[in-house]
Every structure is written in C-alpha cells, then in structure tokens.
T-cell receptor
Framework: QKEVEQNSGPLSVPEGAIASLNCTYS??????FFWYRQYSGKSPELIMS????GDKEDGRFTAQLNKASQYVSLLIRDSQPSDSATYLC????????????FGQGTRLTINP | GAVVSQHPSWVICKSGTSVKIECRSL??????MFWYRQFPKQSLMLMAT?????????EQGVEKDKFLINHASLTLSTLTVTSAHPEDSSFYIC????????????FGPGTRLTVL
C-alpha cells in the first residue's frame, strides 16, 4: 500500500463548478498535510496546509482533514480554467520529521 | 508565501562537465533545504535533505559523490552535478523550510538541465 494515495485522474470539471480532490494516507501518526499545485513544466506551489481535524478555508480553496479516516481533501469552488493543473497531496509523518511524502498527483482540467 | 529562487533556470552542458545549481531563500532563513529531481510525466523524487552547516542526507540510490550538496548558510544551498551524463538530464527543484514554520516547504522555480 502506498503511503499517500490520490486518484491520478484526469478529473474534468466544468468552469464554475466545485472540484473535489481526495487523498488518503497510511501513517496514522501523520501530523502535517499539504496541497501543492503544479502546472506543466513548473515547480510545485504550496496552496494549502492543514494540521488539525476539520476544514480550513482560504479564498476559493477549502482543505478538509479527517485523521480518524486518514483522509484529506481539497475543494476548489468556482473553478476557473487557470485551476487546470496537477494537484499534489503531501504528508509529513513522524513528528519532528521533515520529509514530505507525496501522492502521485491528480490531474485536474477545468472545461470552459 | 516565502520566496525561493534558483539559478540558473536552465542549463545545457556537454557530457563529462560539472554543473552547479544555486538555491536561495530570499525572505526567510532556511534551516533545511531539499533537492528533488523530476523526469517528464513522473513524480517528484527527493534526492537529499540538507540542514545548514551539516552534511546532506541522501536518499537511497542517490550517489552522493555525483550530486554534491552544500548548505553553507541559512539562505543558500548548492547542488553540483559532477561529470554529468545525458541520463542526468532532468528538472532539478529545490525547496526550503524554516524552523517553526510547521514544516511548510516552499519550492524554487526549478532548473532544467540538458546534458548533450
């Protein structure tokens, strides 16, 4: 079982709709969770970090964390064509560790 | 978010030469820097982790004598690809984090290396 799993997609969403991206992780002691966006040919960009159960909102983005289910998600409201990218879920496991463990990424396409 | 720069953004070199890539944190002190490599349509692969003033910790399978990492200050880390070969052609990306930043890593824009 992979440490961090994402549906690789591609996920197609019409413009203006909500895009929902999901991620599960295997290490129950994981402490820190991140969503990165990576455009083709570019480096990853941190868009959300979440550390405690519940929802965290930042503009059109909402991250949701459920540690009991070992599940983290990212919702993008009012999706725009510029949101088309690969979204990487990343987790830091052991407290005090520094390495990010990445999922394989979900390709998201927003259709005008 | 914090800003990380890399230089150069792209480089073409001949087989057998060495290439140095710089990674700088511009507005924060990076206690830890990471070097990744990404081949087309593949995931990021962590090569090594470096803490300021310490030797880098390399991931399994990464040759430390080929990929020399120096993290001499809290704002600068360098990766030198020694005796580069065409199979070293890749997208090299650094990231940086600081103590007390909840382990958030901020990525540089990457350096595209082509070895002829």
């Amino acid at each position: 079982q992979k440490e961090v799993e994402q549906n690789s997609g591609p996920l197609s969403v019409p413009e203006g709709a909500i895009a929902s991206l999901n991620c599960t992780y295997s290490d129950r002691v994981s402490q820190s969770f991140f969503w990165y966006r990576q455009y083709s040919g570019k480096s990853p960009e941190l868009i959300m970090s979440i550390y405690s159960n519940g929802d965290k909102e930042d503009g059109r983005f909402t991250a949701q964390l459920n540690k009991a289910s070992q599940y983290v998600s990212l919702l993008i409201r009012d999706s725009q064509p510029s949101d088309s990218a690969t979204y990487l879920c990343a987790v830091i496991g052991i407290q005090g560790a520094q390495k990010l463990v990445f999922g394989q990424g979900t390709r998201l396409t927003i259709n005008p | 978010g914090a800003v990380v720069s890399q230089h150069p953004s792209w480089v073409i070199c001949k087989s057998g030469t060495s290439v140095k890539i710089e990674c700088r944190s511009l507005d924060f002190q990076a206690t830890t820097m990471f070097w990744y490599r990404q081949f087309p349509k593949q995931s990021l692969m962590l090569m090594a982790t470096s803490n300021e003033g310490s030797k880098a910790t390399y991931e399994q399978g990464v040759e430390k004598d080929k990929f020399l990492i120096n993290h001499a200050s809290l704002t600068l880390s360098t990766l030198t690809v020694t005796s580069a070969h065409p199979e070293d052609s890749s997208f090299y990306i650094c990231s940086a984090s600081s103590r007390g930043s909840y382990n958030e890593q901020f990525f540089g824009p990457g350096t595209r290396l082509t070895v002829l």
